[in-house]
């Protein structure tokens, strides 16, 4: 069956829930409540500039299959706008079936309509299959960054003025 992608919209809300739900648990999360995840997630996509789009979601039939979260950065080096791909999320019964490169593809196309010049993205390290997916699609290591991370306390001290 063909992968259909899509940016979500208010009333994808249960559908990008499902997914949050998954990865939360894939990610060693402590399970997320899926109505409390479809209300937040119904807020943000409510939130969302139709310019700046956050969320792509893959469909296999009427089946959610998985996401795509994204923002769009505005680097002064190169003067060129970049797709930061923060995660990148398939369903486990929708792996290696295509739906992560329909995903890419999408993301790809929108940044070649809109003068978008890359796409940068982060993974785990202990995270090998999504690591050889991106080797599989040319990705290459870019640097030795390291990423860092300001939440919870750190975050309300650097708020203070």
């Not at 792996?95 to 070649?112: E, H, K, S, V, W």
């Not at 978008?116 to 870019?142: K, P, S």
Request: glycine letters at 8%; aromatic letters at 10%; hydrophobic letters at 45%.
């Amino acid at each position: 069956m063909p992968v259909e992608i899509r940016w979500a919209t208010v009333d994808d809300a249960a559908a990008l829930a499902t997914v949050l739900c998954e990865m939360a648990t894939h990610y060693r999360q402590a399970p997320l409540d899926h109505s409390r995840a479809t209300a937040t997630a119904r807020q943000w996509l409510g939130d969302e500039s139709p310019f700046y789009p956050h969320f792509a979601l893959a469909f296999v039939g009427s089946e959610v299959a998985g996401l795509a979260s994204v923002a769009i950065a505005h680097p002064g080096i190169d003067l060129e706008r970049l797709l930061f791909l923060k995660d990148l999320f398939v369903l486990g019964s929708a792996r290696n079936q295509g739906t992560g490169r329909a995903l890419i593809g999408f993301l790809a196309a929108y940044c070649l309509d809109k003068g978008i010049g890359r796409i940068d993205l982060t993974t785990e390290d202990w995270n090998e299959g999504a690591l050889r997916f991106y080797e599989r699609l040319g990705a290459d290591r870019h640097g030795q960054k390291i990423f860092l991370r300001l939440a919870g306390e750190a975050l309300k001290e650097a708020a203070k003025t």
